[in-house]
């Protein structure tokens, strides 16, 4: 097999295809030739350079043109990929036009070429990101909408508490996906910024010219110009990754809450089922929730990736030592991730498989306890908060010491059939009659999708 080594097999379940085009050899090779590009029209346009160069750079900076094997064994020496792949731009360009690699690259460094490509890769993930997101976000409004009034068990401290919807719960999970959206259109701004500095950042090379060379290529590449190079301020690239961490942990989040609804004793809510999807080894009957996986993996791994982002911040001087190295593979890695966990998570969130009746199972589990609050509230108003605390707490007790239903106890004592009507105890103990603002709360998480969306 004429095949590198690498990690292959566990890319299609940790990484989206498109993101790993993003940032696979021929995508960073392809960015830094852009870059390249670019500049010499930009240099040319401001009249550094002839306009006869244009031409075969161009045709030069075609990532297929390249060896990605012998430039990662020239990286090795060299320190970084600019300085080969630089280096093989101009024997490219010479086959053709002598005079026209005398121009490549002037007046730029190693990381602007390196810096700069790593920005155009990161336009393009995040166009994925943004597009994945919110097509998430309006799967998750619909499945909000779909079960607004759906109740299940709430849980506090994994036990029983009262009565939610899931509809609430999804719209939890929209309202985050929601949020990350607000969040990326905010940094666009500060990320999507051309990095031009030169050897350390004043751009001397270039004189009188270099400013109008500067604004061009920003213009060449689409990107802003800032207000100075940012070859040692990191905090655009970690800022980034940062939202990525938090969208990374929305959706492990989203992962958890759907493999514990997935679990046997509460078996409520499922991933979408598929031929071979979720099986053992060994033990024909299991289903186990192996999208959610990739979801709480990635939640799992990305905090500890940007950590060396955030550990690689203070860099020295004007070009750092190492700290700039570690940066390389990480934060790509993030990107890899994330686009992985929102492919699973579009995928369990437009097949959830719902149990309602089960649902309703488990909200009676504990025979009615679950809406003990209920009644106390009300009686509370007629009898007083610490009298109807202390009945409704001692009935409670004896409905599990004889394990009976609560309404059953209830209706058996004084102090509430006085107060409480049949009729009431029935309104208070069902569970569709205690859910509070979980419609609102849905309506509100949808609108606010629907307004970003707009």
């Given at each position: 097999?004429?095949?590198?080594?690498?990690?292959?097999?566990?890319?299609?379940y940790?990484?989206?295809?498109?993101?790993?085009?993003?940032?696979?050899?021929?995508?960073r090779?392809?960015?830094?030739?852009?870059?390249e590009?670019?500049?010499?029209?930009?240099e040319?346009?401001?009249?550094?350079?002839?306009?006869?160069?244009?031409?075969?750079i161009?045709?030069?900076?075609?990532?297929?043109?390249?060896?990605?094997?012998?430039?990662?064994?020239?990286?090795?020496?060299?320190?970084n990929?600019?300085?080969?792949l630089?280096?093989?731009?101009?024997?490219?360009?010479?086959?053709?036009?002598?005079?026209?690699?005398?121009?490549v690259?002037?007046g730029?460094?190693?990381?602007?070429?390196?810096?700069?490509?790593?920005?155009?890769?990161?336009?393009?993930?995040?166009?994925l990101?943004?597009?994945?997101?919110?097509?998430?976000?309006?799967?998750?409004?619909?499945q909000?909408v779909?079960?607004?009034?759906t109740p299940?068990a709430?849980?506090?401290?994994?036990?029983?508490?009262?009565?939610?919807?899931?509809g609430?719960?999804?719209?939890?999970?929209?309202?985050?996906?929601?949020?990350s959206?607000?969040?990326?259109?905010?940094?666009?701004p500060r990320l999507?910024?051309?990095?031009?500095?030169?050897?350390?950042?004043?751009?001397?090379?270039l004189?009188?010219?270099a400013?109008?060379?500067?604004?061009?290529?920003?213009?060449e590449?689409q990107l802003?110009?800032?207000?100075?190079?940012w070859?040692?301020?990191?905090?655009?690239l970690?800022?980034?990754?940062?939202?990525?961490?938090?969208?990374a942990?929305?959706?492990?989040?989203?992962?958890?809450d759907?493999s514990?609804?997935?679990?046997?004793?509460?078996?409520?809510?499922?991933?979408?089922?598929?031929?071979?999807k979720?099986?053992?080894?060994?033990?024909?009957?299991?289903?186990?929730?192996?999208g959610?996986?990739?979801?709480?993996?990635?939640?799992?791994?990305?905090?500890?990736?940007?950590?060396?982002?955030?550990?690689?911040?203070?860099?020295?001087?004007e070009?750092?030592?190492?700290?700039?190295?570690?940066?390389?593979e990480?934060?790509?890695?993030?990107?890899?991730?994330?686009?992985?966990a929102?492919?699973?998570?579009?995928?369990?969130?437009?097949?959830l498989?719902?149990?309602?009746?089960?649902?309703?199972?488990?909200?009676?589990?504990?025979?009615?306890?679950?809406?003990?609050?209920?009644?106390?509230?009300?009686?509370?108003?007629?009898v007083?908060?610490?009298?109807?605390?202390?009945?409704?707490e001692?009935?409670?007790?004896?409905?599990?010491?004889?394990?009976?239903?609560?309404?059953?106890v209830?209706?058996?004592?004084?102090?509430?059939?006085?107060?409480?009507?049949?009729?009431?105890?029935?309104?208070?103990l069902?569970?569709?009659?205690?859910?509070?603002?979980?419609?609102?709360?849905?309506?509100?998480?949808?609108?606010?999708?629907?307004?970003?969306?707009?």
């Amino acid at each position: 097999m004429n095949q590198r080594p690498g990690n292959q097999l566990f890319d299609a379940y940790f990484t989206a295809r498109d993101m790993r085009e993003v940032f696979c050899d021929q995508g960073r090779v392809q960015a830094m030739l852009d870059f390249e590009a670019a500049l010499a029209r930009a240099e040319a346009r401001v009249g550094l350079i002839p306009p006869s160069a244009v031409a075969p750079i161009e045709a030069a900076c075609r990532a297929e043109h390249y060896d990605f094997i012998a430039l990662g064994e020239a990286i090795a020496t060299a320190g970084n990929s600019a300085i080969p792949l630089v280096k093989a731009l101009g024997k490219q360009i010479a086959k053709t036009d002598a005079d026209a690699e005398r121009y490549v690259h002037l007046g730029a460094t190693s990381q602007d070429v390196m810096d700069c490509g790593l920005v155009l890769q990161l336009r393009r993930a995040l166009t994925l990101i943004e597009g994945d997101l919110a097509q998430l976000g309006e799967t998750l409004a619909t499945q909000a909408v779909r079960y607004v009034a759906t109740p299940l068990a709430g849980r506090t401290w994994l036990q029983h508490a009262t009565p939610v919807t899931l509809g609430m719960k999804i719209a939890g999970w929209l309202g985050a996906v929601t949020r990350s959206r607000q969040r990326l259109q905010q940094l666009k701004p500060r990320l999507l910024v051309l990095q031009f500095g030169g050897a350390s950042g004043t751009l001397a090379a270039l004189g009188e010219q270099a400013m109008p060379i500067a604004e061009a290529l920003a213009a060449e590449l689409q990107l802003t110009l800032p207000e100075q190079p940012w070859h040692t301020q990191r905090d655009r690239l970690v800022e980034f990754a940062s939202v990525l961490g938090l969208i990374a942990g929305s959706l492990g989040k989203f992962g958890r809450d759907i493999s514990l609804l997935m679990q046997t004793e509460a078996a409520e809510v499922f991933e979408p089922s598929a031929p071979g999807k979720g099986g053992s080894s060994t033990m024909p009957h299991k289903r186990n929730p192996v999208g959610a996986a990739v979801l709480i993996g990635a939640a799992t791994r990305v905090p500890g990736l940007l950590s060396t982002l955030f550990s690689a911040m203070p860099q020295e001087h004007e070009r750092s030592l190492g700290l700039w190295h570690a940066e390389w593979e990480t934060l790509p890695e993030i990107c890899c991730l994330v686009s992985g966990a929102l492919q699973q998570a579009l995928l369990l969130a437009d097949g959830l498989e719902v149990d309602a009746d089960r649902m309703a199972r488990n909200l009676d589990l504990t025979q009615g306890l679950v809406l003990a609050e209920a009644v106390s509230i009300v009686l509370a108003q007629r009898v007083g908060r610490d009298t109807a605390h202390h009945l409704l707490e001692q009935c409670c007790k004896r409905a599990v010491a004889e394990q009976r239903h609560l309404r059953a106890v209830l209706g058996d004592e004084p102090q509430v059939t006085a107060e409480l009507s049949a009729a009431e105890l029935d309104r208070l103990l069902d569970p569709a009659h205690y859910l509070g603002q979980a419609h609102i709360w849905v309506e509100r998480a949808v609108a606010e999708h629907s307004a970003l969306t707009a």
